[in-house]
């Protein structure tokens, strides 16, 4: 265990020192080609700023209102209690658009049932096996242009329901 430590411990700066060792072998101005990375950086954020605002207040509207909570309560007469608790609904819909506001929800589901119990065992596997679907292609795709997105949101949404369905089977499992 404490090997495993030692090389998490380890594993950035030797990524650093690799990324600067390979950069100077091949003649790199490494700290002017670092200078110039940011700067691109910055102004992709910038870019990306608007979208970002957007989606955030969006989603705390659409808490402080009321109206996830009313969604979910819909869904949860739609889906059988046995395979989705209703505690987790919220998760799932909040999760499609912003991490950090299903990491809130889950927080509330652990301060009322408990890391240990089904509901946090199932929010925490949700969380880390689902991703923030239109938050990601919203950012990513405009601050690259892509306009059509094909087949990528049917395809993102049907790797979320696997991750939401194997939390939930792994959870009952534990």
Same mark, same amino acid.
Not at 38 to 56: D, N, S
């Given at each position: 265990?404490?090997?495993?430590?030692? *090389?998490?411990?380890? =594993? $950035?700066?030797?990524?650093?020192?690799?990324?600067? /060792?390979? %950069? +100077? #072998?091949?003649?790199?101005?490494?700290?002017?080609?670092?200078?110039?990375?940011?700067?691109?950086?910055?102004?992709?954020?910038?870019?990306?700023?608007?979208?970002?605002?957007?989606?955030?207040?969006?989603?705390?509207?659409?808490?402080?209102?009321?109206?996830?909570?009313?969604?979910?309560?819909?869904?949860?007469?739609?889906?059988?209690?046995?395979?989705?608790?209703?505690? *987790?609904?919220?998760? =799932? $819909?909040?999760?499609?658009?912003?991490?950090?506001? /299903?990491? %809130? +929800? #889950?927080?509330?589901?652990?301060?009322?049932?408990?890391?240990?119990?089904?509901?946090?065992?199932?929010?925490?596997?949700?969380?880390?096996?689902?991703?923030?679907?239109?938050?990601?292609?919203?950012?990513?795709?405009?601050?690259?242009?892509?306009?059509?997105?094909?087949?990528?949101?049917?395809?993102?949404?049907?790797?979320?329901?696997?991750?939401?369905?194997?939390?939930?089977?792994?959870?009952?499992?534990?």
């Amino acid at each position: 265990m404490t090997l495993i430590l030692y *090389l998490s411990d380890m =594993i $950035l700066p030797f990524v650093l020192f690799y990324i600067i /060792a390979n %950069g +100077l #072998a091949a003649g790199r101005p490494v700290y002017d080609d670092f200078v110039e990375g940011a700067k691109e950086g910055f102004g992709t954020v910038l870019g990306v700023m608007p979208t970002l605002i957007g989606l955030m207040a969006g989603v705390s509207i659409l808490r402080a209102s009321g109206f996830l909570s009313f969604l979910a309560g819909l869904l949860s007469h739609i889906i059988s209690e046995e395979l989705v608790m209703p505690e *987790l609904i919220s998760v =799932i $819909l909040v999760k499609l658009f912003s991490s950090s506001a /299903a990491t %809130g +929800l #889950a927080l509330d589901i652990f301060s009322q049932f408990g890391a240990d119990s089904l509901p946090g065992l199932s929010v925490s596997l949700m969380l880390s096996c689902t991703e923030t679907i239109f938050y990601t292609m919203s950012v990513y795709f405009m601050s690259v242009k892509v306009k059509k997105t094909r087949y990528t949101l049917p395809g993102a949404l049907a790797a979320t329901a696997a991750g939401i369905a194997m939390s939930l089977f792994l959870a009952r499992r534990m």
